[in-house]
């Protein structure tokens, strides 16, 4: 089974997949966050197994450790954090991720 939430992260500045990004999924729970997953970008900047069930309709949150990813390398945003809803529709949402050491965009892919 394919997860339901999937990602790709990829650095701009370089014009490359960012490999080697921690990343973590948490759902909002009771005004909590609830940690669902933790894995770690592949060579092609993709994680395709954050969940491995169904999950529900809610708030959802990804953690990006960009610190880790840029190492050394001067930073603006040490961590990126993109909240969003899986909505009624179920299914499966793609997050993206465009990277750069002093800036970031999110969009919902496909």
């Known amino acids: 089974m394919k997860s339901s939430i999937t990602t790709h992260v990829l650095d701009t500045s370089t014009g490359r997949p960012a490999a080697g990004v921690p990343i973590r999924l948490e759902r909002l729970v009771g005004g909590s966050w609830e940690v669902l997953s933790d894995a770690v970008t592949n060579e092609d900047g993709r994680v395709n197994d954050l969940v491995s069930h169904e999950i ?33 529709d179920g299914g499966h949402h793609h997050v993206p991720l465009l990277l750069s050491p002093f800036g970031y965009s999110t969009y919902r892919g496909s």
Do not use: K, M, N, W
């Open 56 to 88: 529900e309709q809610g708030t959802y949150r990804l953690t990006f450790d960009s610190a880790a990813y840029f190492g050394e390398q001067e930073h603006f945003y040490p961590v990126i954090r993109i909240e969003f809803r899986f909505g009624q």
